[in-house]
């Protein structure tokens, strides 16, 4: 049984992959940097690719650039909005019985006013930080409801 974690050099990355490894879990990281494999989550071929290759139980997007700077909006946008569409379009292609986890949003306290169409396309960990919303929960309490769910 193996989980793909996008996103896997950072810091919600490493606490997922441990806590996969406890539970028996292959980790295998994608990252744009660190001692993973290299990828892009926006990059839809490759993300097809390491799908359809690794036929996981579990896909994980953590993958983020942790600003909010305007200058990163493009990049965030291809990593949040436009990396979440090519797991889902990949694992419906290649994999459907993967797993995908659960909702983040009912597992934080949303202190900012966000339209619900923005809500809906937050997937990521590490956004919901940067936006100054609230964990309800601990990280690694929400990985393993994932893993488990």
Same mark, same amino acid.
């Given at each position: 049984?193996? #989980?793909?974690?996008?996103? #896997?050099?950072g ?5 997922l ?7 028996g ?6 990252s744009?940097?660190?001692?993973f ?5 926006s990059?839809?071929?490759?993300v ?5 290759k690794y ?7 953590l993958? #983020?650039k ?6 990163a909006?493009f990049?965030?946008?291809g ?8 797991i889902?379009?990949?694992?419906y292609?290649?994999?459907p019985?993967?797993? %995908? ?9 949303q202190?900012?006013?966000?339209q619900?169409?923005y809500?809906? %396309? ?6 919901i ?8 929960i601990?990280l690694?309490? %929400? #990985?393993a409801n994932?893993?488990?769910?």
């Open positions: 049984m193996n #989980a793909l974690i996008f996103g #896997a050099n810091q919600d990355g490493y606490y992959k441990n806590l996969c490894q406890a539970q879990i292959i980790s295998i990281g994608i744009r940097s660190g001692d494999i290299h990828g892009d989550v990059d839809c071929g490759q097809e690719q390491l799908i359809k036929k996981p139980k579990y896909v994980f997007h993958a #983020a942790s600003t909010t700077r305007h200058d909006m990049e965030n946008h990593t949040i909005c436009t990396g979440t569409l090519n889902l379009e990949s694992v292609r290649h994999c019985n993967s797993k %995908l986890g659960l909702d983040w949003r009912k597992y934080v306290i202190t900012d006013n966000f619900p169409e809500k809906r %396309l937050v997937s990521n960990p590490t956004l930080q940067s936006l100054d919303w609230q964990p309800r601990s690694q309490e %929400l #990985a994932m893993i488990h769910n």
